[in-house]
């Protein structure tokens, strides 16, 4: 067999058809389901008398809208309160798993999956949800899809698809001091654009990929959609293998073994073929700020804002100074001068228990600027709170001036009440600076968990590799 | 759903490259249930100020394109967040047609499942058609999925679009009917797979 890729791999293994002009069946492993997005997948199948096909194989649970204050008297808003409750009748009604909004399980669907051994190598995982490519730091091929795939995949298990090409990122090297998993995904986008990956499905390799925790491979699939790919993959390995063991849905025994050797065939063969394929150097990597209204907007820290004039293309140029706009920015200014009204740190990029530990090193025993109107701090899940807690990262928070909050997707997105005001700005460790994004007339600068615990700090922005 | 053959109507110039689907439709809107329709939605922000009075001159607004169901934008149309609800938006607008230089991949997958034709044209195709429609806002603009060409005033572009997603919208197809008709396939292959291997149905600990 001629050598093939990870992504060809997995692919081979799922496909149940293949019509004449290539169009293939594709079999669903694991269906993860949220609130926002499967209300009419439901209401579909209602309509039509279908049952769920395969309700083991799905698992639901709200994150979208739910507010991350106190919950547990039930939820204010009256449209998120209903769609919250409608998830609830239809995982009912139709025999799916369902994690509320007061299990300690429940939080953002890519930090659940993984945390309960649902996700594993191998697998085809999909959700309505685009970064369902988080996912795919295990091996898995994982991405999102709207709301008629999700009815389509909750009445057959399976997705009309045509294969994608492959693409391989390569980052070499090590990672400096302060600079991490969202530094390496931010650089990538910026080189690649966000339609460089379209049509592709990106496999990242080499030192600095294979060196990050399996945190940190999240963080880098998780915005492989912000560089235009639906998925993003990176090989299983022991540190794979570990994080998995002992997960709640995880095999175990003889199936664990079974498991295992099969995982362990899942890699890019030696000569496959990828269509596209770049090159980055870790150890040239420094700490990464967005300046306008896209992912590919990336500045280093020790940069200034850039000049839109200087671009040729005048549609580019225009679309530029347009986000510069946006973003009250001016050409020149340099990073370390933009001054900060709010703080996120959160979302299924960064809203892991690593990132929680990260931040708290950064701000222990220090206390957020007076000038930060809001920084809060969102767990991914119950389950990364709790952990969180009983490591004492929560007083740590709470003393520097941090608000601790319930799990969701929180500022992220937006749906429920933490957002941004017009005009304000934000050091926000999620994965969209688009306008609008975290409240009308927000602005959104994307970072790590240490840059942004680091500009709370300091009230805007530092390099942290010149901190002491 | 509704067959797409042809379609003439008036036509947007939107000329903004990378509109993802959090400005087709802001998230704090995806709440609510669609009975009502989320037409007044689309591109929420751009059209609507802080006071959610209309921004003169937006140009969806702009009488002369009033009943346009084609939208012409420029690159990556479409991109960011899976929310179908960026595509109810532009349907119950009344758009049909848009037509661009590059789509998000699951925005134009959303698209065809809602009869929403994304039209892939050049760039310099995208430029001239933009311009064409700026200059006579009145002019329909006939969109042939069948032909896979675009005609405005004299002007005559071709378009492509993936063969299967071209199908589907000719015909109108539900994919759930056409997926069901492998029922037994997917049974089979879901029992071989049981069988070799047994760790993928999921543990039942938690």
């Known amino acids: ?468 | 759903m509704q067959p797409f053959t042809r379609l003439e109507a008036r036509a947007c110039p939107l000329g903004l490259a990378n509109v993802d689907t959090d400005q087709l439709i802001p998230a704090r809107f995806m709440s609510r249930p669609r009975t009502a329709g989320y037409g007044t939605f689309l591109l929420h922000d751009l059209r609507f100020g802080p006071d959610g009075a209309p921004v003169p001159g937006f140009v969806l607004d702009d009488p002369r394109r009033a009943g346009a169901r084609i939208l012409v934008a420029r690159r990556n149309f479409g991109t960011g967040s899976s929310r179908e609800a960026a595509v109810y938006a532009l349907v119950d607008y009344g758009i049909a047609c848009v037509i661009a230089p590059s789509f998000g991949d699951i925005f134009a997958s959303n698209a065809v499942k809602n009869g929403l034709l994304p039209a892939t044209v050049t760039e310099d195709d995208a430029e001239s058609l933009l311009a064409a429609i700026e200059a006579e806002p009145e002019t329909p603009v006939c969109v042939d999925l069948t032909a896979q060409t675009i005609a405005a005033g004299d002007r005559a572009i071709a378009f492509a679009i993936d063969p299967v997603r071209r199908l589907q919208l000719l015909n109108g197809w539900d994919d759930i009917d056409l997926t069901l008709r492998h029922a037994a396939e997917i049974a089979a292959f879901a029992r071989t797979r049981r069988t070799e291997a047994p760790w993928i149905v999921p543990g039942h600990g938690g």
């Open chain 1, 1 to 468: 067999m001629a050598p093939r890729t990870l992504y060809d791999k997995i692919w081979d293994d799922h496909v149940v058809d293949t019509q004449p002009d290539g169009t293939c069946l594709l079999y669903i492993d694991r269906h993860l389901v949220h609130e926002v997005t499967s209300p009419q997948a439901f209401e579909g199948l209602r309509v039509a008398h279908r049952k769920v096909h395969a309700p083991q194989k799905t698992l639901a649970v709200v994150d979208h809208n739910v507010p991350t204050t106190d919950r547990s008297h039930g939820i204010d808003d009256p449209e998120s309160a209903l769609q919250v409750a409608t998830l609830a009748r239809n995982a009912e009604e139709f025999g799916v798993e369902y994690y509320n909004e007061l299990d300690s399980r429940q939080g953002i669907v890519h930090v659940v999956g993984p945390e309960q051994g649902f996700t594993l190598p191998g697998m085809t995982i999909v959700c309505g949800d685009s970064h369902t490519s988080t996912h795919g730091a295990f091996g898995a091929l994982a991405h999102g899809i709207g709301t008629s795939e999700v009815e389509h995949v909750l009445a057959t298990q399976t997705l009309v698809q045509n294969k994608a090409k492959n693409m391989r990122v390569i980052v070499d090297g090590q990672l400096p001091e302060g600079v991490g998993a969202k530094d390496i995904i931010l650089a990538i986008i910026g080189e690649i654009g966000t339609a460089g990956g379209t049509g592709h499905v990106i496999e990242y390799a080499g030192e600095a990929i294979r060196s990050l925790s399996m945190e940190g491979r999240m963080t880098v699939c998780n915005m492989s959609i912000e560089g235009g790919a639906r998925a993003g993959l990176i090989a299983p390995d022991e540190k794979t293998f570990a994080y998995i063991l002992g997960k709640p849905k995880a095999p175990t025994g003889e199936q664990l073994e079974q498991a295992l050797a099969y995982w362990k065939t899942l890699f890019s063969d030696e000569g496959a073929h990828f269509d596209k394929e770049i090159r980055l150097d870790a150890a040239n990597l420094p700490p990464i700020v967005s300046w306008g209204t896209s992912p590919e907007d990336v500045v280093a820290v020790t940069g200034t804002v850039p000049d839109p004039e200087a671009i040729a293309d005048e549609n580019k140029r225009s679309s530029k100074r347009r986000a510069l706009d946006y973003m009250g920015l001016k050409p020149g200014t340099p990073i370390t001068d933009i001054p900060l009204d709010k703080i996120f740190i959160g979302s299924c990029t960064n809203g892991r228990i690593e990132d929680l530990r990260t931040v708290a090193t950064m701000v222990a025993g220090k206390t957020v600027a007076p000038s930060i109107k809001l920084a809060m701090i969102v767990p991914g899940s119950g389950l990364v709170k709790a952990q969180a807690e009983a490591e004492g990262l929560d007083a740590i928070f709470k003393a520097a001036g941090f608000e601790w909050r319930e799990p969701g997707c929180s500022m992220c997105l937006a749906m429920n009440a933490d957002r941004l005001d017009p005009g304000e700005r934000c050091a926000s460790t999620s994965n969209r600076n688009f306008e609008g994004r975290q409240g009308f007339k927000g602005r959104t600068h994307l970072v790590s968990p240490a840059m942004a615990a680091a500009a709370a700090i300091a009230g805007r922005f530092v390099d942290i590799r010149t901190l002491g």
